[in-house]
């Protein structure tokens, strides 16, 4: 496996702790509005929330690794800059997860304007009664505003590739699915580690010597 690739999934179990502060309450949600009395098991939906969660990463993922591509191609964009930005990010990201430094909610805003537009079709999809409706909501949530998903979509960016960016974000997408299970499945002492204060700034200041090893290795 590429280190890339590694290092994205890693990335996703260490910003757990965020995932359950912004995603959450999301999850419990929807695991809540599941039909009782549903011939489908809970397990199968709830496994189908994250699969199309995923599966938007993937696709953003692939977009954006297109455009660094095209930026790079076209436009003469170095990609060596690209990846000393990624690790900027990486160190702002566990800044943010720390709580130190908010500039990511910032970047978050952004993305608030795409989702304004997505966020009305969920409507469509509740009651969530059969495991299509499942992944059409859980692709849906994919494109929730969120500062850990754009620190690592410049991952992808700095890739330069269609396939590196989408894989990336699949790596990634995968990393987040342990705490959200979690979570869907309220296991009471691991969600409590995981929003343990201790455990944010353990792993915040994990991201942070990760990004500036990182930008150490590229500079």
């Known amino acids: 496996m590429n280190i890339d690739y590694f290092s994205a999934f ?29 011939s ?28 660094g591509s ?26 943010y997860i720390g709580q130190w430094l908010m500039w990511l909610n910032r970047v978050e805003r952004l993305g608030k304007f795409i989702w304004q537009y997505l966020s009305p079709y969920s409507k469509r999809l509740i009651p969530v009664d059969s495991p299509q409706k499942a992944i059409g909501l859980g692709a849906l949530w ?8 754009y620190s690592m979509l410049t991952w992808s960016l700095a890739s330069g590739s ?15 699915l342990p705490a959200l299970l979690i979570m869907s499945y309220s296991f009471i002492k691991a969600k409590t580690l995981l929003n343990h204060p201790l455990f944010r700034k353990t792993m915040a200041i994990s991201l ?3 990004g500036i090893y990182t930008l150490y290795l590229l500079v």
């Open 208 to 210: 942070i010597g990760y």
């Open 162 to 176: 269609v396939t590196a960016g989408a894989l990336i974000m699949t790596s990634f997408g995968l990393g987040t």
């Open 10 to 38: 890693i990335i996703g179990i260490l910003g757990s702790g965020h995932c359950l502060g912004m995603c959450g309450g999301i999850t419990s949600m929807l695991t809540s509005a599941l039909p009782k009395h549903s």
């Open 70 to 95: 095209v930026a790079a191609k076209n436009l003469g964009v170095p990609l060596a800059g690209l990846r000393v930005i990624s690790a900027l990010f990486l160190i702002f990201l566990g800044l």
């Open 142 to 149: 994919g494109w929730l505003p969120c500062g850990l998903i």
């Open 40 to 67: 489908y098991s809970k397990t199968l939906l709830v496994f189908s929330y994250n699969f199309g969660r995923i599966l938007s990463y993937t696709l953003i993922g692939a977009i954006v690794g297109f455009t």
